[in-house]
C-alpha cells in the first residue's frame, strides 16, 4: 500500500482529530489514529469513548488499508516538517515509512481489531446553526458549567429546544446562565446535555461555516465542514431551572459594565480568601461595593455611579461569580435585578439584540454583619 | 505622614522590585516591600536573601517614615488601579491607607525591625558596559548554567576579566559556552560567579541603556537608570573549564543552521526518551543524521548538504543538547569542529563581528552500535 499527501494538508486534518486522542488512558489503544483508506480517501478517526473525531482527504491509493498509528509522534513528525510532499508505504514488518526528499521516517503500526466503534449517530434529528451563532452561545455558556461529579447533569450544558428558541443553559447551583437563539425555533420541547468535553473541543473546531447537527437519543454529532464530531450525552434530567428564575425583581440598577468589572476585580484583592465575599450597598444613584480581608487586615470600598430604581439594600457575592457573570455581560452596560438581600439576582445586558436573549442569575452570599 | 504618588508610576517602580520577592519562604517578612520617605524620595526595596532590588521615586512628604508593606497585595492594587493620582496616608492603627477619587483601601503594615539589612556592595571593582550587550552575554550563555547543585559553581554564570576581553562562560559538564565581550579588557584575570536567580532577573531587568556593575569578594551591584540591583555572589572556584576545550579539532562540518536545526526537533521525536541519542554519519559533503526509539519500534533519518573537511566519522550527541547549542549559534551558517567520537565537538559560528568570539562545547554520547 502506498500513497502521497502534502504535509501541510495532513497537518491540518490531523490537527482537527487530535483533539479526541486522550492524553492519559488506561486504553493504549485509544492513542492512536485509525487511518483508514477507501474509495480514494484517507480517513483518519480518534476517539476517547466519550468523543470522536473523523475526517478525510483524497488520496490516490491502488489499495484500501485500515491500521491503527501512535498519534502524537505521527502529528508532531507531520508538523514538524516543513511544506513537502510524503510518500506512506506499509512495510512487512508492521512499520509505516514515511519519505520526503530528505528523509525516511518509520512508524510501527498496529491492526485495527482492538480500535473501538465509533458508534453512528442515528439522524432522529437534525439542525442547521451557523458557526458563529454555535460558537456565541456556547462562549456566553460554557463557562458556568459545574466542576463537580454530584450531579453530572449540571457538569454539562442544556441545548433546549422550543418554541421560543434554542436555550443554551448552564449552572453550577451558584449562578446560572440562560442564552437563547430565537432564530431555531422547534413545535416540541426537548432536551439534550452536552458534556463539558465536548462543549470544549466544539467551541475550538467552530468558524463562521454552517453547522449541521443531529440528535439521537444518546449521541450528538456536529458536521463542520469535513469533520464530523461525534460525543456521548449526559443521559440525566436537567435541574428544573425555571423555578430558580425569579419573576419579579422589581429593584433595577444600571452601571457601566467595565467599571463595576474592574472594582470588583480590586476587590477580590481584599476578599477573605475562604469567603471571597464582596458587599453591594445600594442607594439611589450610588453604589458602594466593599471587602474585608479580616485574615490579613485588609479592606477597601469604592463608589460607582448608578441609576437605581428601587429600595435601598445591602447584599453580598462571591467576588469570582460576580466577576465570571460581568465578564459576559457583552454590553457597555449592564442591569442587576433585585429582591432582596437572600434571592437570586439577575444580571442582563441593557441592551441585547434582536434574535437573542441573555440572562444571568447570581446567588447572594449572606454578609457577615 | 502622606505622600501623593501617580498609580502608573508607583506601578513600574513596584514591577522592577517585586522579582526579589520570594514566592515562598519560611520568613514571611520577605514577602513585604519596605517602603522609605527620606529627603523627598520614596525608597522601595525588596530582597529574598540572595538577591535584593532597590529603586526610588521623587515625592513631596513632610515626614519621614520607614514601614514595611505586604508586597503582591501592594502592587496587585496599584497595578489594578487606572491612571490616578493616589493619596498614602498612615492611620494610628497600623494601617496604609490608600485614597483615590473614587475608593479607599486600607491595607496593614509592619514595623520595618525585622527586615534584612540589604548589604551594601563596597565599590572595589567598577564596570561599565552597555545594556544590550551584557543582556546578548547573558543570552547567549545563561541556558548552559547546571541545574544540579552537586557542585554549586556551575550553578551560576562566570564573568572572567582578562586581557582578551570580558569572558561569560556557563557549563553543565554536558556542554559549555564561552561568550567573550572584547571591548571590555582587563589586566588581571578576576572570575566571579553569578547565582542562576541573579542571572534571570537581571536578563529581564537590562535595556539599552549603560550599566554600571561593582564587584566586591561576595558580592555584586548592577546599577540600570533608577534601579539598583544587588546579589551575592557564588564562593567557590569555578571549574579550569579551559582544560576542556580542545585545541585541536580538525575535522570542519559547516552547516545551514536552520536545516540541522529542524532535522534535530524530528529527529527529538525519534530517540529513545532515556538517551535521547542522535547520530550523526559524516562523509565528504553529506550528513546523515539518524535516530531510533527502540521501545517504540520507531526510526528515522535525513540526509543534509555540508561543506567538510576531514575524516570520515560517525558519532553521537543527545538531542536536548545538540539542540540548545544550535538554538546559540545565532548565524545562519554553523561550524562543526570534530576530532573523534569521544573527544568534545567544538560548535561555532561561522561568521561573528569583530568585538566578540562565541565558542559553544558539546560532549558526544557513545553511541550504542
Redesign the interface.
Known amino acids: 500500500m502506498e500513497f502521497k499527501v502534502n504535509s501541510r494538508i495532513l497537518e491540518k486534518l490531523l490537527s482537527h482529530i487530535i483533539p479526541a486522542v486522550p492524553t492519559r488512558t488506561p486504553m493504549p489503544i485509544l492513542e492512536n489514529f485509525l487511518f483508514e483508506i477507501k474509495e480514494g480517501y484517507l480517513k483518519v478517526s480518534a476517539t476517547d469513548l466519550e468523543i470522536a473525531l473523523i475526517s478525510s482527504v483524497n488520496v490516490s491509493a491502488e489499495e484500501e488499508i485500515k491500521i491503527v498509528i ?1 498519534a502524537r ?1 505521527l502529528y ?2 507531520v508538523r ?3 511544506d513537502t510532499q510524503i510518500l506512506f508505504e506499509t512495510e512487512p514488518n508492521s ?1 509505516l515509512k514515511l519519505t520526503t526528499e ?7 503500526f498496529s491492526s485495527p481489531e482492538e480500535f473501538p466503534a465509533i458508534p453512528a449517530v442515528t439522524k432522529e434529528k437534525e439542525i442547521i446553526i451557523s458557526g458563529a451563532e454555535l460558537k456565541k452561545a456556547i462562549d456566553q455558556t460554557s463557562f458556568a458549567m459545574s466542576k463537580e461529579d454530584m450531579r453530572p447533569s449540571m457538569t454539562g450544558t442544556l441545548f433546549e429546544f422550543s418554541e421560543e428558541g434554542l436555550r443554551f443553559v448552564a449552572t453550577d447551583g451558584h449562578r446560572l446562565v440562560r442564552y437563547i437563539n430565537k432564530k431555531i425555533k422547534n413545535h416540541k420541547e426537548e432536551q439534550y446535555i452536552i458534556p463539558e468535553k465536548a462543549i470544549s473541543v466544539l467551541s475550538k473546531l467552530l468558524t463562521e461555516d454552517e453547522v449541521k447537527i443531529y440528535f439521537s437519543k444518546t449521541n450528538v454529532s456536529f458536521y463542520i465542514g469535513d469533520i464530523e464530531f461525534n460525543s456521548r450525552l449526559i443521559g440525566e434530567k436537567y435541574p428544573a431551572y425555571n423555578s430558580v428564575i425569579p419573576l419579579e425583581n422589581e429593584n433595577e440598577m444600571k452601571l457601566k459594565t467595565n467599571e463595576i468589572l ?2 470588583i ?2 476587590m477580590s ?2 476578599s477573605t480568601t475562604s469567603s471571597k465575599q464582596v458587599k453591594f450597598t445600594i442607594e439611589k444613584n450610588n453604589l458602594e461595593v466593599s471587602a474585608e480581608d479580616i485574615d ?9 455611579e448608578c441609576m437605581y430604581k428601587g429600595e435601598p439594600m445591602s447584599i453580598g457575592f462571591n467576588t469570582a461569580y460576580v466577576h465570571d457573570i460581568l465578564s459576559h455581560v457583552n454590553n457597555e452596560e449592564v442591569i442587576f435585578k433585585l429582591h432582596s438581600p437572600t434571592k437570586a439576582c439577575i444580571v442582563e445586558p441593557a441592551k441585547s439584540s434582536e434574535n437573542e436573549d441573555l440572562l444571568l442569575l447570581l446567588m447572594p452570599v449572606r454578609l457577615n454583619n
Chains 1, 2 share one sequence.
Request: glycine share 14%; no cysteine; charged share 25%.
Open positions: 501512535p509522534l508532531e513528525v514538524s516538517l516543513g512499520k530528505n528523509g525516511i521516517y518509520n512508524i510501527g474592574s472594582t476585580k480590586r484583592l481584599f490579613r487586615g485588609s479592606n477597601a470600598k469604592e463608589k460607582i
